[in-house]
């Protein structure tokens, strides 16, 4: 059955994937956007996080709503103003949704929310589930107050459905597109110990499981929405290379060398998420790419 379904944030790479899909199924999507665009059969509303403002008709016959908004982890060094920047973009944003969902009424029956695996913090090699505890570092304390925003939705009757993100693996950039980098110019390396588990999914499998959490009712609350298969950076680093025809140099990048570069934010290379995904397999999501390998190797081929 056709949904009537509205974006924020819709305009990044999965945003963009995520629209063309469902309007592929046919649903009927809009967007919400900062500044005024056009997009093929797509209704465009404007609003503005920081101002609290929203144009409400956007919510007409809305019956739901999937919040992808959210100002870039990496974009900028981690100054304390900009990790309030962070935060707030993802809090504030689901603040201003339900506000005008609960004052136009609207018929919102499933309220999807982008999520990471930042969540869990860095744990080395535990197995991470749905159902363990957060961290107590900033990414995780970011993912927490998101979380718990996008929850207001439960108390007004909505099924609430939290995806739990790893690293997006897509031939059009994104994280990719920062990872080759430095092994096209011949000087990739594992970082830090190389040990720490990267939890990937390919954007194709991202996709889908939004697209089940729409139309599956019975998925509720959080999902990790990474693959089954997790790999070290060190593996990680090598298929990239296979991938590439590079080289992998034998010296680690050392983790002092990232801090000074990079700052706190060198925790993004280092920290280590050995997620699992068993409850989304549970609800019968088949995965299409279940090796890096398989992932890489379509990505590259599709580059060509």
Same mark, same amino acid.
């Given at each position: 059955?056709?949904k009537?379904?509205?974006?924020?944030?819709?305009t990044? @790479?999965?945003g963009q994937?995520?629209?063309?899909q469902?309007q592929?199924k046919g649903h009927?999507v809009?967007i #919400?956007v900062?500044?005024?665009t056009?997009?093929?059969?797509?209704?465009?509303?404007?609003?503005?996080v920081d101002?609290q403002?929203?144009d409400?008709d956007?919510?007409?016959?809305i019956?739901?709503v999937?919040?992808?908004?959210?100002e870039?982890?990496? %974009?900028?060094?981690?100054?304390?103003?900009?990790k309030?920047?962070?935060i %707030?973009?993802?809090v504030?944003s689901?603040?201003? @949704?339900?506000?005008? !969902?609960?004052?136009?009424?609207a018929p919102?029956?499933?309220y999807?929310?982008?999520?990471?695996?930042?969540y869990?913090?860095?744990?080395a090699?535990e197995v991470l %589930?749905e159902?363990s505890?957060p961290?107590n570092?900033?990414?995780?304390e970011?993912?927490?107050l998101?979380?718990?925003a996008?929850?207001?939705g439960?108390a007004l009757?909505?099924?609430?459905?939290? @995806?739990?993100?790893?690293?997006?693996?897509s031939e059009k950039?994104?994280?990719?597109?920062?990872?080759e980098?430095?092994?096209k110019?011949f000087?990739?390396a594992?970082?830090?110990t190389?040990?720490?588990?990267?939890?990937? !999914?390919?954007m194709?499998? @991202?996709v889908?499981?939004y697209l089940?959490a729409?139309e599956d009712t019975?998925l509720?609350?959080a999902?990790?929405?990474?693959?089954p298969?997790?790999v070290?950076?060190?593996?990680?680093?090598k298929?990239l290379?296979?991938? #590439?025809?590079?080289?992998?140099?034998p010296?680690n990048v050392?983790?002092f060398?990232?801090k000074?570069?990079?700052?706190e934010?060198s925790i993004?290379?280092?920290?280590?998420n050995?997620t699992?995904?068993?409850?989304?397999l549970?609800?019968g999501?088949?995965f299409?790419?279940?090796t890096l390998?398989?992932? #890489?190797t379509?990505?590259y081929e599709q580059r060509k």
């Open positions: 059955m056709a009537n379904i509205l974006i924020a944030g819709a990044g @790479l999965i994937e995520l629209v063309a469902l592929a009927q809009s #919400l900062r500044k005024p056009q997009k093929a059969g797509v209704k465009v509303f404007l609003w503005d101002q403002q929203i409400k956007a919510f007409n016959g019956d739901t999937i919040n992808l908004a959210g870039g982890i990496a %974009d900028k060094p981690w100054s304390q103003q900009r309030q920047q962070i %707030d973009s993802r504030k689901t603040e201003l @949704l339900f506000k005008a !969902i609960k004052e136009t009424n919102v029956e499933t999807l929310s982008a999520s990471g695996v930042g869990y913090g860095d744990r090699d %589930d159902e505890l961290g570092d900033f990414l995780a970011c993912c927490i998101w979380e718990k996008a929850d207001q439960i009757g909505i099924r609430v459905v939290k @995806l739990r993100t790893g690293i997006v693996l950039g994104g994280a990719l597109a920062t990872m980098k430095p092994v110019n000087v990739g594992a970082l830090g190389g040990k720490q588990w990267m939890p990937w !999914i390919h194709d499998d @991202l889908n499981i089940k729409i019975l509720f609350d999902y990790n929405a990474t693959a298969s997790p070290t950076n060190t593996t990680f680093t298929a290379a296979k991938a #590439l025809h590079r080289p992998v140099w010296v050392p983790k060398v990232l000074l570069i990079l700052g934010m993004l290379p280092l920290i280590s050995n699992s995904a068993q409850k989304i549970n609800t999501f088949q299409r790419y279940l390998e398989n992932a #890489l379509a990505i």
